[in-house]
């Protein structure tokens, strides 16, 4: 494949840096001029119908709180981890493992006593959701990430304490919901993840270098320096279609780079290199502008 090169280590700067590097800088400074005209487009996005799992009770100020776990094959999973590389993570970077779920709007439901209550819709993806039936660890991290998601999202202040439903894997009804088009690249590690505890910044988020060149012309790709890590625990990545942003672990660094290309996300890929300290995407075009 054309990405294939992005992890060869022996690379030289004379190969990565060659005659297309001004020529993309002339269309990355046109794109600049077109950035602070144009308005902030959200995200594209698709419309699922999640499949019920399990519902818990909650409750809070207001009153009882229902929240559905539910799945859909159109979630992106997390990274694949065993449990104990999971608790291992959570040690060293409670920020540093996501469970990519879609949080729905509350709905007004009658419990089963008739009262009135409130219930969310929360997914997960399902190949992930079959796994967490067998791990009750899983359930209770998806629960806890989900209230406080939910929290986060509706300003709620929830009881941590709650109760799984028998026999019953809903409450109410589950209403269709928007996800994003686009996802997010898995970031690949070359070598062991580990990223120190104590590297936090003092002043916000530092907005690491990055390389862009053209390797092809169906085919660009970048470099993001970042010395200030070991791995690639925490990183966090998204791709549109003219549109990278990364995120680092502890607020590390931030990058929000607008690309005058048009770019297949779903392609893309992303590896860091240890040695290198550097963030390598590779980032398929589906045309080149002109």
């Not at 019953?168 to 580990?194: C, K, V």
């Amino acid at each position: 494949m054309a990405d294939s090169k992005l992890l060869v280590p022996e690379l030289t700067k004379e190969e990565k840096m060659g005659a297309e590097t001004a020529r993309f800088e002339e269309l990355l400074l046109q794109a600049s001029k077109e950035l602070q005209q144009a308005q902030t487009n959200r995200p594209e996005s698709t419309q699922i119908q999640p499949q019920p799992g399990f519902c818990i009770k909650t409750n809070s100020s207001k009153g009882k709180v229902f929240i559905n776990i539910c799945h859909s094959p159109s979630i992106p999973p997390p990274a694949d981890m065993t449990e104990d590389e999971l608790l291992q993570m959570l040690e060293e970077d409670q920020a540093g493992f996501r469970i990519p779920m879609s949080l729905g709007e509350p709905h007004a439901e009658l419990d089963a006593k008739g009262q009135g209550c409130t219930a969310y819709d929360v997914a997960v993806n399902s190949d992930f959701y079959r796994r967490m039936q067998n791990s009750d660890f899983l359930r209770e991290l998806v629960v806890t990430i989900a209230r406080e998601g939910l929290e986060d999202k509706y300003g709620l202040q929830l009881n941590p304490e709650w109760r799984m439903l028998k026999n019953r894997p809903f409450l109410g009804s589950i209403s269709q919901q928007n996800i994003r088009s686009q996802q997010r690249p898995r970031i690949q590690e070359l070598g062991n993840l580990y990223t120190p505890d104590s590297l936090r910044p003092e002043e916000g988020p530092e907005k690491p270098h990055l390389n862009l060149w053209l390797e092809a012309p169906d085919l660009l790709l970048a470099e993001i320096d970042l010395p200030r890590l070991d791995g690639a625990l925490g990183l966090s990545l998204e791709i549109g279609e003219n549109r990278l942003v990364m995120g680092g672990p502890q607020q590390l660094y931030h990058l929000d780079a607008y690309i005058p290309l048009q770019i297949n996300s779903e392609e893309s890929k992303a590896a860091f290199h240890r040695k290198r300290k550097q963030l390598m995407v590779a980032m398929p075009l589906l045309s080149v502008a002109s």
